[in-house]
């Protein structure tokens, strides 16, 4: 059953259950290599699914996660539309 019914320019949105494993295995990656950091998982279409911020991660890094992932699906469009 799925919740968004909505499509975005890149496909169908990322679950919930796919943005936890994605999580999980983002903070273990940062924890391995002992990374202060914040992670935001975004759906196709650039809106925020999960935020989690480790632990010593300076709070500003929250704003500057979202706005990196909202940056990378916008030029990921660009990016196609110079391929044509």
Known sequence: M???????HYG??????QAKK???AAEAKA???NWDVAISIVDSCG???MLQRLD?????????TEGK????????????????
Request: glycine share 6%; hydrophobic share 50%; charged share 20%.
């Open 47 to 49: 809106h925020a699914v």
């Open 22 to 24: 994605v999580m999980a």
């Open 12 to 17: 169908a949105p990322i679950t919930l259950d």
């Open 2 to 8: 799925a919740v968004h019914k909505g499509v975005g």
């Open 69 to 84: 992932a909202r940056t990378a699906v916008e030029f990921v469009d660009r990016l196609r539309h110079l391929k044509m």
């Open 31 to 33: 924890k391995q290599n």
């Open 56 to 64: 010593g991660t300076q709070l500003a890094s929250i704003r500057i």
